[in-house]
């Protein structure tokens, strides 16, 4: 009873100065809605990048090249070579699909049309490898990869990059690649954009045609890809092509791997380490103006304890304890921050929403943030309550009742 | 014989200022009976305001007992004085000491809601005290929209709220102008004569006429105490 008294009481000094109640709130609501904005935008990052990799295949094995080392000594970055991947496929026949990746960026010819696109020498294997599929036409197969056929698979978005719409239309026609003409087979289904791999924009050749008839037989690869049917087969997978590249490059045992191999949950790990600290470190500055609203609010207590000092002596004089006082100041401290939590919120969400719609960015509002903020700047209200609501309490009413 | 409201003995108060003690109350025996309008007069630095503070549960002695309406006080703490004042004392004070920005029933009733009674009821013996200082057409009206007589007479209803053992006002004329201090002495005079114990603090005699009873206190003591002729009586 008495203490729902008392909160009627805080609830009415707050309205009795609604305008300064609501600019005390302001440090808390843009604390709690930095901190929610923040929070949005890793989880966003977070979940964004799951699904690019659940796109990808959880089964993909990177195999990629790494430094060189003599006597433990740096020579630079090592190679790694189209027999390498032969003997992948070779020696764990059955177990993995492999396909190199040559990779070039070059000029597209279409008729009167021009475009800078990436070249991919790649083997069949490399389709089934990504789980890409076919809008029109159709993949290149071994034949014309060992026949070195000048065929060409396009990413989805490549016929309107080349002033051809659909893409159906381009099947059968001749595009030049760094002026060397090749024949349309196949267009793909759009992929979507990921981060580390966008097919929607490249252009896929048989490896030895990229190799021998565009790249003057360089064969210096960018990576290869393998991907056994299921999770469960990875480890072995990797325990099997590490045995391979070291053979093939002729590696003592025990001798630092001049490769790495890499699958996508690896990758998920080591982005999401990175998120989360960036998010982490983006929050924490935020928390700091949570912080530093929580001080604005205790300043504002502390002049209003001043200026109800008549108040707090006529309140004791008729009865009011010490912590009767104590609970109406650290209830309007309170009631500040929770407000100005929920408007932070509010904030958040707005804020949040904006950067979706104008940066495109993916933010997703995590309940558990909204409820953690709101539970930390009702602590920042009791903290920063504390000191002013005792000085009320410990006030004596004599002097309280004479001061002016 | 009545009961005694207030009973001290040896009641003194020792202030420290600086390197200097001040000695405001140097052992007042005072008895004041239940139904007794006591004036408590003395100028300024006589140790009136100090004496009516300890009277009142504001502050506590350095030395001396002092019992209100037979509870033992003086070695209370700070929140068990706080119940105190709140059970059976009422206060008016020369600066009314009103909430501003509460309405005169909300004033009325504060000591109640620190006393934990429900709103109904406190609504009802507030509104019921309001209307016995008569100014139940003012209710919610709050203090700066009233005349300084209007305040008192709120303070007043504030102070009889709780039923109290002991009203005890300070220099309640002060802010008053001479006919609106005469209603509310008479005021004051009637609740005396329905039975409320009073005790006035002021160092306007003719304010003192209206007591029965007169305590003069100078440099800590007392100097004089003696009853008044019935001022009623000759009127």
């Avoid at chain 2, 509460?102 to 309001?130: C, D, F, M, W």
């Amino acid at each position: 009873m008495l203490l729902f008294e008392i909160i009627a009481v805080a609830m009415a000094a707050v309205r009795a100065n609604i305008l300064r109640s609501v600019l005390t709130t302001l440090g808390i609501v843009i604390g709690v809605g930095a901190v929610i904005t923040m929070v949005a935008l890793g989880e966003g990052a977070q979940q964004r990048v799951e699904k690019q990799i659940n796109l990808m295949g959880t089964t993909v094995l990177t195999i990629r090249p790494g430094q060189q080392f003599s006597f433990g000594v740096s020579r630079g970055d090592a190679q790694m070579s189209v027999e390498d991947a032969e003997a992948l496929k070779a020696g764990t026949s059955g177990l993995l699909k492999v396909s190199p990746e040559l990779q070039s960026r070059l000029q597209v010819a279409y008729l009167r049309w021009n475009s800078n696109n990436q070249m991919m020498g790649v083997w069949p294997e490399y389709f089934e490898i990504y789980n890409l599929g076919l809008s029109a036409g159709r993949f290149f197969d071994e034949g014309e990869l060992n026949g070195r056929r000048r065929v060409a698979v396009l990413g989805h978005a490549v016929p309107g990059q080349l002033g051809e719409t659909p893409g159906e239309l381009m099947i059968g026609q001749t595009i030049q690649l760094r002026g060397i003409p090749f024949e349309v087979v196949g267009v793909l289904e759009e992929k979507g954009d990921a981060a580390f791999f966008r097919p929607d924009e490249q252009i896929f050749v048989p490896q030895s045609t990229a190799q021998f008839r565009v790249m003057g037989g360089r064969d210096r690869l960018n990576a290869i890809y393998a991907a056994t049917a299921t999770t469960a087969e990875l480890d072995r997978a990797f325990g099997e092509i590490d045995r391979i590249m070291r053979r093939e490059h002729r590696l003592q045992p025990g001798a630092e791997a001049d490769f790495n191999i890499r699958n996508s949950a690896d990758l998920l790990a080591t982005f999401n380490e990175t998120n989360e600290t960036f998010t982490m470190l983006l929050a924490g500055i935020a928390g700091v103006s949570l912080l530093v609203g929580g001080i604005g609010i205790m300043n504002i207590m502390l002049v209003s304890v001043t200026e109800r000092t008549r108040e707090i002596g006529i309140r004791k004089a008729l009865g009011a304890t010490k912590a009767a006082i104590m609970t109406q100041f650290l209830v309007e401290a309170l009631f500040l921050c929770v407000l100005g939590g929920l408007l932070g919120v509010g904030l958040g969400y707005g804020a949040a929403a904006l950067m979706t719609r104008v940066a495109q960015w993916d933010t997703v509002v995590a309940p558990s943030a909204v409820v953690i903020a709101l539970v930390f700047s009702a602590g920042i209200g009791l903290f920063f309550g504390i000191w002013p609501a005792r000085r009320a309490a410990i006030l004596n009413p004599i002097d309280a009742l004479r001061y002016e | 014989m009545s009961e005694l409201i207030i009973r001290t003995q040896g009641l003194t108060k020792h202030y420290v200022l600086g390197s200097e003690t001040v000695k405001a109350v140097r052992g007042v025996d005072l008895e004041i009976e239940e139904g007794e309008f006591v004036a408590i007069m003395g100028p300024s630095g006589s140790g009136k305001s100090t004496f009516m503070n300890m009277i009142g549960c504001l502050d506590t002695p350095t030395a001396g007992e002092y019992w209100l309406d037979g509870q033992k006080v003086s070695d209370l703490s700070d929140d068990q004085l706080a119940r105190v004042r709140n059970g059976k004392i009422g206060f008016v004070f020369q600066t009314f000491n009103l909430l501003p920005r509460a309405t005169a029933l909300h004033n009325v009733e504060l000591p109640l809601i620190y006393a934990g009674v429900g709103s109904k009821e406190r609504r009802r013996r507030a509104q019921e005290k309001l209307e016995l200082v008569g100014l139940a057409d003012r209710m919610d009206h709050k203090p700066p929209e009233m005349s300084g007589g209007q305040r008192q007479r709120v303070a007043v209803a504030r102070a009889l709220v709780n039923e109290p053992a002991l009203l005890l006002a300070d220099e309640p004329t002060g802010n008053l102008d001479s006919v609106t201090s005469a209603d509310l002495m008479k005021q004051l005079g009637d609740l005396n004569k329905a039975g409320q114990t009073i005790v006035l603090v002021t160092h306007e005699h003719d304010i003192a006429e209206h007591a029965r009873r007169q305590v003069h206190l100078k440099d800590g003591v007392i100097e004089r105490d003696f009853e008044n002729k019935p001022v009623e009586a000759a009127v």
